[in-house]
Nanobody
């Protein structure tokens, strides 16, 4: 089992910044994929940004140029730096990892709430 603990959410004014962190612990083999998803009220969960052990990154079009995903493999932690926040970024943000040993297992964090006021 892998446990994920997110932190860094909160209330911020439009144009502000927040940095989310997600620390993984437990039976970790290779965290091949580490991602951030978000879900706004009444909407489906969507991918915000993703990073792999190979160093590739992927972003939703809506956050390109404003958000940056990074990871610290020594600490099994993934970060999401969010700049120029907009009210439409308001959502619960969830950490996701794909832990690969002999097979892959997916894990989700419980989420951290980001609220952007106008």
């Amino acid at each position: 089992q892998v446990q994920l603990v997110e932190s860094g959410g909160g209330l911020v004014q439009a144009g502000g910044s927040l940095r989310l962190s997600c620390a993984a612990s437990g039976s970790i083999f290779t965290l091949k994929v580490m991602s951030w998803y978000r879900q706004a009220p009444g909407k489906e969960r969507e991918l915000v940004a993703s990073t792999t052990t190979g160093g590739s990154t992927n972003y939703a079009d809506s956050v390109k140029g404003r958000f940056t995903i990074s990871r610290d493999d020594a600490k099994n932690t993934v970060f999401l730096q969010m700049n120029s926040l907009k009210p439409e970024d308001t959502a619960m943000y969830y950490c996701y990892v794909l832990n690969v040993g002999n097979y892959g297992m997916q894990y989700w964090g419980k989420g951290t709430l980001v609220t952007v006021s106008s």
